[in-house]
């Protein structure tokens, strides 16, 4: 857990942050969304100390990062950046045995761990191990910086931006991933972004900011259904809301018994897809199955409908 | 790489009118070897060594049957320059050319010094100097078109020198005019060889000693940055004669005052003087591409070394110096360059090295002598100019 109390960052009269309180709950993914210049990257950068806050504290589970030498506190937290800065003299498997290697991790454990990684990310290690940055894609490099930042098992990782250099289609697989990763190894995230839609579609809870003060600390719904001030409200778009609240909710939700034709609908889909997939096929209603693939019942246009007006 | 590429096929792409396909520079080889055979003196010979001396054409220079192998070979690389578009003929013919050539010119000496005359003096003349710059052109172009790596451009450089120390070996030259020169004074030439390679090497490794930390302070301090860039600025503009001058007095102060300086050898004049000038020269060059090697290095590879927790310490010795590398080499490389030349002027306040050679031979004007301090000169700027060059290309190279 991460309890983030009263930061201010403060350059001669400007106030970049300024006086930011919230807590990021174990294994969840918070995202802080804002404009550019609304002071988002600074907060990120004060909870690893890359910047020092002017006052307030940063307390780790319950440990003040203050009490932490600077480099131990970093070598425990994550950290990826847009761009990535993947070292361009150090091959893929050195680049990702980076913080191992300061934490004198012995080499036969470090080079486990590097295969590891680059099997959780997809990455063949007897292909790209030994390739070097510049000869990776886009998409490869940004997997391997997030490896990186994941060597050591960090319990916290920080992202600021890391899918800004990514193209649309790499980047909702790459969201998609992170999120997979984020699951099974239960690491806490916080998260950057100044893309709405990246935030609604990866945060648990979200953090909006703006002109270096936090507006709003929500869950995606809260922030839909109670915006704290017409910046956010304008923020999240009135006529993007009934889409986005669909986009939060699973076909789940608004199972129906019965019995419809055409191919099924997973119980996992969000109601966004489902609809979607209505409007396409112009049927009325679709057959949904859970995870092993059996029809368990229907959701129709007309409970869409009602559940884009009532979510809590 | 790229742009190297490209122009290397854009040279060896057919011509927009491939009736009739000449080579360029093939051509102006060919015009040179023409000129070398047929409007130049090939050798000069003179009675003693400060005479007046007379030249001598090819077939003059040569006994006749050596003289027509020479001429028809040499004929026989301008054709090819021209026609032959494969880089490994070109190579081959121009290495045959040199291979003729060289010895030639040493039989030339024995040819037209008078049986047991040792005041007899046989130098190279135009013809000659023409003839080897057309075949190392080829060589040279041949090799670049070869696009050799590092490694090949080593070795094509090992190969080089290992077939002139042969022909210095050998004997073959021995009755030419510089080599005679060298043999009455063998024990000074390489006591001089090693003065000239300690004031070079030496004033370049201080450099790098002084010059790399204060290039690194300097990347970090804006402010030390400007004052050290002006002020060696400033020496670089100072005559190289008048910086030795400069030092003289303080040097000389120094000596008198502290009679440790003096046992250690630290007087006015002689190689401390030399030393302390060349590193002065050689500082500018070695901080400002430490600065530039420094700034050049992606910004966000040190925030993410910085983000995951590796010192100052670790961040300079494992990511800035090792980006920085190849543009630091590149300043050592013009520091040495520049040093190995410049050291040569050394010898006009007593600091010894090959310069000795060269001012005793205008003082004499015995222009033997002046060679016998220039072209080792030469030779070691170019040798060490490949060498770093390799070392340039290899601390860049992320190995393919």
Same mark, same amino acid.
């Given at each position: ?37 609304? &002071? ?15 006052? &307030?504290?940063?307390?780790?589970? +319950? ?21 990535? +800065?993947?070292?361009?003299?150090? *091959?893929?498997?050195? *680049? ?140 999240? +778009? ?23 034709? &055409? =191919? ?27 995870? =092993? ?9 007309? &409970?869409?409908?009602?559940? +884009?007006?009532?979510?809590? | 790489?790229?742009?190297?590429? #490209? ?102 000496? !024995? ?15 135009? !013809?000659? %100097? ?5 075949? #190392? ?35 073959? %030259? ?15 030439? %390489? ?26 302070? #300097? ?182």
């Amino acid at each position: 857990m991460i309890e983030i109390d009263r930061l201010t960052k403060r350059y001669d009269a400007t106030l970049v942050v300024d006086d930011v309180s919230l807590v990021v709950e174990e294994g969840t993914l918070a995202v802080i969304v804002g404009t550019s210049g609304a &002071g988002k990257s600074t907060l990120l950068r004060m909870i690893n100390r890359l910047v020092t806050p002017t006052s &307030g504290r940063v307390l780790i589970d +319950g440990e003040d990062t203050r009490t932490i030498p600077e480099d131990e506190l970093r070598h425990r937290i994550g950290y990826v950046i847009q761009g990535y +800065g993947l070292f361009p003299h150090r *091959n893929v498997a050195d *680049n990702i045995a980076t913080v191992p290697r300061l934490l004198r991790w012995d080499r036969r454990k470090i080079a486990q761990r590097v295969d590891e990684l680059l099997d959780l990310f997809q990455l063949d290690p007897a292909e790209f191990a030994q390739k070097f940055p510049h000869e990776l894609s886009g998409g490869q490099q940004q997997r391997v910086g997030v490896a990186r930042a994941l060597a050591a098992r960090p319990a916290l990782l920080l992202m600021d931006e890391p899918f800004g250099a990514l193209d649309a289609v790499i980047r909702s697989k790459a969201q998609d991933d992170l999120l997979a990763i984020q699951r099974r190894l239960g690491t806490t995230i916080v998260l950057v972004t100044h893309d709405l839609n990246e935030a609604f579609h990866l945060g648990d809870r979200i953090a909006v900011m703006d002109q270096a003060r936090l507006l709003q600390y929500a869950t995606p719904a809260e922030l839909l259904m109670r915006p704290a001030d017409d910046f956010v409200e304008r923020l999240v +778009g009135t006529a993007e809301r009934p889409f986005r609240l669909l986009s939060l909710a699973k076909v789940r939700e608004a199972l129906e018994p019965g019995h419809a034709e &055409g =191919s099924p609908v997973a119980a996992s889909d969000s109601l966004h897809d489902a609809l979607s997939r209505l409007l396409w096929t112009g049927r009325r209603a679709l057959p949904v199955a859970d995870a =092993s693939g059996a029809v368990i019942g229907q959701v129709s246009v007309d &409970g869409i409908l009602r559940h +884009g007006r009532s979510l809590p | 790489m790229n742009s190297a590429t #490209s122009r290397t096929d854009a040279l060896g792409a057919a011509p927009p009118h491939p009736v009739f396909p000449v080579d360029r520079l093939g051509a102006v080889i060919a015009i040179l070897i023409g000129i070398a055979l047929f409007a130049a003196p090939f050798a000069t010979y003179r009675a003693t060594r400060i005479a007046s001396g007379q030249s001598r054409i090819l077939i003059e220079a040569l006994p006749m049957t050596m003289a027509a192998a020479l001429a028809l070979v040499a004929l026989g690389i301008a054709v090819g320059a021209v026609f032959v578009r494969d880089p490994l003929g070109r190579l081959a013919s121009a290495v045959l050319g040199l291979a003729v050539l060289l010895p030639s010119l040493g039989l030339s000496a !024995g040819f037209l010094t008078p049986a047991d005359n040792t005041f007899a003096r046989v130098t190279p003349s135009l !013809g000659f %100097w023409l003839l080897s710059l057309a075949f #190392s052109l080829l060589v040279v172009d041949a090799l670049a078109r070869m696009r050799l790596g590092p490694y090949g451009r080593l070795a094509a450089l090992a190969v080089g020198m290992g077939a002139l120390a042969l022909l210095l070996l050998s004997g073959i %030259w021995d009755n030419l005019s510089i080599l005679k020169e060298y043999y009455t004074r063998a024990d000074s030439f %390489w006591r001089e060889a090693r003065q000239h390679l300690l004031l070079a090497l030496g004033s370049t490794a201080a450099a790098c000693l002084i010059g790399i930390p204060l290039g690194i302070a #300097s990347h970090r301090m804006r402010t030390l940055r400007a004052a050290v860039m002006q002020a060696l600025g400033v020496v670089q503009t100072i005559p190289s004669i008048a910086l030795f001058g400069l030092l003289m007095a303080p040097l000389g102060a120094v000596a008198a005052s502290v009679p440790l300086a003096a046992a250690l050898g630290i007087k006015g004049i002689g190689a401390a003087p030399a030393f302390i000038a060349l590193l002065l020269y050689a500082l500018f060059p070695i901080v400002a591409n430490t600065i530039a090697g420094l700034s050049q290095v992606p910004a966000l590879a040190v925030d993410a070394a910085r983000g995951m927790g590796m010192s100052a310490r670790q961040r300079l010795l494992g990511v800035e110096m090792p980006l920085a590398l190849p543009v630091i080499l590149a300043g050592m490389r013009i520091v040495l360059v520049q040093n190995l030349g410049l050291a040569t002027v050394a010898a006009l306040i007593g600091g010894g090295g090959f310069g000795t050679f060269v001012f005793q031979g205008i003082g004499q004007t015995a222009i033997d002598l002046v060679l016998l301090g220039a072209i080792p000169t030469v030779t070691l700027s170019f040798v060490a100019s490949i060498v770093l060059d390799a070392l340039v290309d290899l601390s860049r190279g992320v190995p393919a």
